[in-house]
C-alpha cells in the first residue's frame, strides 16, 4: 500500500523557517521524482520544488533562494526547508511522487499539511 504522509507544517511568523517531510512507503522510492506542491485557499495547487530520482532540482521563481529540496532514499524520506517564510507561503502543502516509463505513470498524493505564515 502506497504511502506519503508529511509533516512539519504549523503556524510561523513572518522571517522565520519550517522544515517538511514526506516520509514515503508501498514503492521503490529511489526510483521516483519527489515534489512539493502548496494550495492556497481559492487558488490552484501549484508546484513548488521538486527533486529527480537522479537529485537534480528545479524551484517555483516564488521560493527559489528561501527553499529547499532534498531527499534521503535511505529513510524514503523527502524534506523541504523553507526560509524566509512570507504570509504569501500560506497554504495546504502536498508531497507527491512521480514514476514515467513507456509502460506505466505512477503519481501517487499524500493528503496535504497546513502551513500558517502569520504575526
Known amino acids: 500500500q502506497v504511502q506519503l504522509v508529511e509533516s512539519g507544517g504549523g503556524l510561523v511568523q513572518p522571517g522565520g523557517s519550517l522544515r517538511l517531510s514526506c516520509a514515503a512507503s508501498?514503492?521503490?522510492?529511489?526510483?521516483?521524482?519527489m515534489s512539493w506542491y502548496r494550495q492556497a485557499p481559492g487558488k490552484e495547487r501549484a508546484l513548488v520544488a521538486r527533486?529527480?530520482?537522479?537529485?537534480?532540482?528545479n524551484y517555483a521563481d516564488a521560493v527559489k533562494g528561501r527553499s529547499t529540496i532534498s531527499r534521503d532514499n535511505a529513510k524514503n524520506t523527502v524534506y523541504l526547508q523553507m526560509n524566509s517564510l512570507k504570509p504569501e507561503d500560506t497554504a495546504v502543502y502536498y508531497c507527491?511522487?512521480?514514476?514515467?516509463?513507456?509502460?506505466?505513470?505512477?503519481?501517487?498524493w499524500g493528503q496535504g499539511t497546513q502551513v500558517t505564515v502569520s504575526s
Open positions: 507527491n511522487a512521480q514514476y514515467r516509463d513507456r509502460l506505466r505513470i505512477d503519481d501517487y
Open positions: 508501498g514503492f521503490t522510492f529511489s526510483n521516483y521524482h
Open positions: 527533486i529527480t530520482s537522479t537529485s537534480g532540482t
